[in-house]
């Protein structure tokens, strides 16, 4: 079955970095484009970046272009979200996401990213 893992969230102060990782096992990895989505509390679910199932295109929302990286390993079926210049409002539980015709969206469990001094 799908399983997306992610990992690397943390407590950060304003101005850092931090990086995201998603381990996914279960699909043909290297066929699919993947997402990084993210919810802040009291908030909808926001795609946050996107990336082609060969890395060679990327799309980020406007909130996070020029701050963000979304990038993929698929020799070992991860994707990464790196973070820098980070703010307060960037404070969310961040989720790997696929979508698969047929079958639909699976989402990670999600890892909880805190900016705050």
């Known amino acids: 079955q799908v399983q997306l893992v992610e990992s690397g969230g943390g407590l950060v102060q304003p101005g850092g970095s931090l990086r995201l990782s998603c381990a996914a096992s279960g699909f043909t990895f290297s066929s699919r484009p993947m997402n990084w989505y993210r919810q802040a509390p009291g908030k909808e679910r926001e795609l946050v970046a996107g990336i082609t199932s060969g890395g060679g295109s990327t799309d980020y929302a406007d909130s996070v272009k020029g701050r963000f990286i979304i990038s993929r390993d698929n020799a070992k079926n991860t994707i990464y979200l790196q973070m820098n210049s980070l703010k307060p409002e960037d404070t969310a539980v961040y989720y790997c996401?696929?979508?698969?015709?047929?079958?639909?969206?699976?989402w990670g469990q999600g890892t909880q990213v805190t900016v705050s001094s």
């Open positions: 996401n696929v979508f698969i015709l047929l079958r639909g969206h699976y």
